[in-house]
């Protein structure tokens, strides 16, 4: 384990209120001791055959799904998901882990023989031109360095150091400093499952460790999960220090109800994608826009279904929403109701006043109607359960709206019309989109990440961006004589 540092960071059950651990905020001794490990390893690791790297994925892959109620309840206590949420997550990063232990075919390079010819002018024979082949390989780019976020403790850095590590990287991750132990266990796990000394690090620290390692001369390449202030500066000052950067940063989502909509689907995926999660989801779908009539049958059966949220503590049966992660961000939630109110939105439901636990950093679904575009509560992302509503007359005019935001991480549209669903794919702005889902959750094989402020970088995590963002193309061309 790392050195203390000067300064600890006390984290809270946030259902509780009841301190559960420590965070080293300053240890910058123990991120180079970290950085130097996995310096020292990359030589072996990167030469030994891939097939064999990911034995070590295999295995861990088992030992998390034998883990899985274990790690949900580590969730479920420092971040405060239902257990529900908690175990999905863990699902999700354990597809990830199931994508990377294809890096044998994924990181393949490509052939082309007889190119070219070059008619040698030194030959002597009758052979005419000699043929020239040329390849392309996928090369590790050293020692990697992954940052994530509070709210998705375990699913985050799965979706880059396995697949990191893959591909023949070694991998210092630092992860929230908010929620870090669930990541203080997956570690262990990773060591279990018998990856040699060094090829995965863990670093704990807040802003001053980022600000150390993003520079450090011996990291190559920097993912980032977090806010855009944060993925901001990273990407501007890792990029000025010649890493490799991509950031994966915050959001504000729309999602577009048509009048045709199957009426069912577009409440419960509104629903899902606004208040799962506490509304603490980079694709939390915060900002609805109904198109025509819609509101007339959306709107009651809307504010129905969230007044019968149950808040709770996470780990109880029957809850449907758990707190916020810690008592800064409940804080922000309930000032941006208040900013609301101070903007003319019509507050329907107002989650100060929800049923929930006296103890612990509570606020219930919320929900503001006939919103406009220039409003605080539509274009800041508020990162809670508050959901505004905004009017349009006709899709174009909500892309319109939905395309107003600096962000672009995520759009959905619910209708049954194939047309409109096609108007929407190629006129709103946003690297995800949904038709008829509330969430375009990521896919460990497919790419993921927004457009606009909200990601920083060139390729994206996961699919086929992830395996070239951790690898370097290496051209070789051939001529033998
Ligand atoms: P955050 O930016 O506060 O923290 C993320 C990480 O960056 C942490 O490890 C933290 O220690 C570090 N950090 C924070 N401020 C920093 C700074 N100024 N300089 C250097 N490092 C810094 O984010 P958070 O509150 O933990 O997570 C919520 C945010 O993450 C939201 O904005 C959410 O939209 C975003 N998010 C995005 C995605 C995505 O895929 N786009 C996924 C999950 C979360």
Request: glycine share 12%; aromatic share 6%.
């Amino acid at each position: 384990m790392q050195d203390a540092g000067s300064v600890q960071r006390t984290n809270i059950n946030p259902a509780t209120g009841e301190a559960i651990g420590a965070t080293p905020m300053d240890a910058v001794g123990a991120a180079d001791k970290a950085v130097a490990a996995a310096a020292r390893a990359f030589p072996e690791w990167s030469a030994t055959p891939v097939g064999d790297r990911v034995q070590h994925l295999f295995k861990y892959k088992t030992l998390l799904e034998q883990h899985a109620g274990e790690l949900a309840q580590i969730i479920v206590e420092e971040h405060g998901k239902t257990l529900g949420e908690a175990m999905g997550s863990v699902r999700r990063g354990i597809d990830c882990i199931e994508h990377a232990c294809a890096a044998p075919v994924l990181m393949m390079g490509r052939t082309l023989p007889q190119i070219a010819v070059s008619s040698s002018f030194c030959r002597t024979d009758n052979e005419g031109g000699v043929g020239i082949d040329s390849a392309v390989d996928r090369v590790p780019v050293g020692v990697c360095l992954g940052i994530t976020p509070f709210n998705f403790p375990v699913m985050v850095p799965m979706w880059m150091w396995p697949m990191a590590v893959a591909c023949g990287n070694t991998f210092v991750l630092k992860p929230s400093e908010k929620d870090p132990a669930s990541a203080v266990r997956t570690t262990e796990l990773a060591q279990e499952a018998g990856f040699p000394k060094g090829v995965l690090n863990l670093v704990h620290g807040g802003i001053d460790v980022v600000k150390h390692l993003i520079t450090h001369d011996d990291v190559r390449a920097i993912s980032f999960v977090g806010s855009t202030r944060a993925g901001a500066s990273i990407y501007a000052t890792g990029a000025a220090a010649g890493k490799r950067v991509q950031c994966m940063c915050g959001a504000k989502n729309h999602s577009i109800i048509m009048p045709d909509a199957n009426r069912g689907a577009a409440v419960d995926g509104v629903i899902g994608s606004a208040f799962g999660n506490t509304g603490q989801r980079c694709l939390a779908g915060s900002v609805v826009v109904l198109v025509g009539d819609t509101a007339d049958w959306f709107m009651p059966a809307l504010v129905e279904g969230a007044k019968k949220i149950a808040v709770g503590i996470g780990g109880e049966k029957g809850t449907g929403m758990g707190p916020m992660q810690d008592a800064e961000s409940c804080d922000r939630a309930v000032s941006y109701i208040e900013i609301g109110e101070g903007e003319g939105a019509d507050l329907l439901l107002d989650g100060r006043k929800a049923k929930m636990p006296d103890t612990g950093c509570f606020v219930g679904p919320t929900i503001f109607d006939n919103a406009r575009p220039e409003m605080r509560i539509v274009s800041e992302e508020i990162f809670g359960p508050v959901l505004t509503i905004m009017r349009a007359k006709t899709l174009d005019d909500a892309v319109a709206m939905v395309n107003q935001s600096e962000y672009g991480n995520m759009s959905v549209i619910f209708t049954d019309s194939g047309h409109a669903a096609h108007r929407f794919e190629t006129t709103v702005e946003a690297g995800m989109l949904g038709v008829n889902v509330g969430v375009p959750a990521p896919m460990a094989a497919f790419p993921f990440a927004g457009w606009k402020k909200s990601f920083y970088g060139d390729l994206h995590t996961n699919g086929e961006d992830g395996v070239r963002f951790f690898t370097k193309a290496r051209v070789t061309v051939r001529r033998w004589l």
